[in-house]
């Protein structure tokens, strides 16, 4: 569902089915963005972001969940998400990356015309 709300051209999607598979393929995959559920099998979305954070320190992470309970801000931070969204406001998502998409092809548009 995230995937196809948030499709954007020239994007490239890695998905994983758990905690362990996303820490794994961020190393390889090294990504700018990182959407993370809390409830996944083995490792939480929680244990898997600061591990992932740890593996991949430039991915931000960003917790998008069903499961908005208040004090799930708080641990968000102190993992090192960039934040957390319920998955009923991913407008607020697609938004903040599309964003993000246009600031990064400014700043390589910038820098090529700088050389």
Known sequence: ???KFLDFPGITFCECDGGEEA???AREF???WVTMDVHMPGLNGFQSTEALRIACPTARVMIVTSD???HFRQISREVGAIGLLAKENLMALR???AK???DK???ETKGQAAQ
């Open 23 to 25: 820490i794994s393929r």
């Open 1 to 3: 569902m995230i995937r």
């Open 30 to 32: 090294k990504p700018d």
């Open 68 to 70: 908005n309970q208040p």
């Open 100 to 102: 993000e998409i246009a």
């Open 95 to 97: 938004m903040m990356l």
């Open 105 to 107: 092809k400014s700043r």
